[in-house]
């Protein structure tokens, strides 16, 4: 018996274009790099590597 638990299904990839064409992000959203600096996508505030979690506004990247 084959597991296709983590293949993507037909269906998500409709529902990831469906999300993409009305402007929504559907890849995981990670830190942004500006210098040696770990950078909040959301509001960009700067941090150092070893940050989870954005302390400016809650923000920490999809798993």
Known sequence: MTCMASAPSD??????QFLTDRGHETEPQRWDQSYNKKQCPDCGGLHDDAATECSVCGWYPDA
């Open 11 to 16: 269906t998500d990839e409709l529902f990831d």
